[in-house]
């Protein structure tokens, strides 16, 4: 097993319980006071810097149709029509969204196998739970994989600073949490504590976090003390 504090090959990442006084830590908060010169320097090039993003965007070329077309490719010899709705492995992973992730690659799965549930960071929120509870319930999966992994986008927002930004531009906050984190391997066994104290999954027996390393492919796994697991 990997060591209990560092992961393999990812010297930078440390396990430690994430404080709300460390989210602020790496990241400068953009100053709105246009009193001082070099405040209203910061904003103007900040503006410019959004401007560019925005542009940037707008240039973008739309790929759906090589989808398409890779689609036809794929159903020539299409061979998955026999796979049953239900995993084969009866297993649920939760994972980030990251696109250096292939999760049925480097877990080892097969079509059909396994459940994956993605979204940004891998968090565990009620729209998880909610899959969760149906993949159990009517899926028969009976354990959970979790995945985060180094270098992750959730590491460069806090969650005031994007709230403000939103505010700002949009003059409305959203209803959702960002989940913001400094450390992943706190953010997993969070995420391990909020599966177990969850009324809505009834199979709680088999569940295991792990955070993927990016630049050497491997997984470290984040434990959790039994009596977290305790309502």
């Known amino acids: ?131 969760l509870c149906l993949s159990q319930r009517f899926m028969k999966t009976r354990e959970v994989i979790l995945v985060h992994h180094t270098d992750c986008g959730l590491e460069k927002v806090t969650e005031d600073s994007l709230r403000s930004e939103l505010q700002d531009e949009l003059g409305v906050t959203p209803p959702w949490v960002v989940e913001a984190f400094t450390d992943p391997h706190a953010s997993v066994h969070q995420s391990m504590q909020r599966l177990h104290m969850s009324p809505f999954l009834a199979h709680k027996d088999h569940i295991r976090g792990f955070v993927y390393c990016v630049t050497t492919g491997l997984l470290d796994e984040v434990t959790i003390d039994p009596a977290e697991t305790v309502g």
């Open 1 to 131: 097993m990997a060591s209990s504090w560092q992961v393999p090959g990812c010297p930078d990442t440390h396990r430690r319980q994430v404080r709300p006084d460390d989210r602020a830590e790496h990241y400068h908060d953009h100053d709105h006071d246009h009193d001082h010169d070099h405040d209203h320097d910061h904003d103007h090039d900040h503006d410019h810097d959004h401007d560019h993003d925005q542009a940037t965007m707008s240039d973008h070329v739309p790929i759906a149709d090589e989808f398409l077309a890779a689609n036809r490719t794929f159903a020539v010899d299409f061979s998955d029509a026999g796979l049953q709705v239900e995993p084969t492995r009866h297993v649920a992973v939760v994972a980030c969204m990251d696109s250096r992730m292939d999760m049925f690659q480097l877990l080892g799965l097969g079509h059909g196998q396994a459940h994956v549930i993605r979204n940004a960071g891998g968090v565990i929120t009620d729209d998880v739970i909610r899959s």
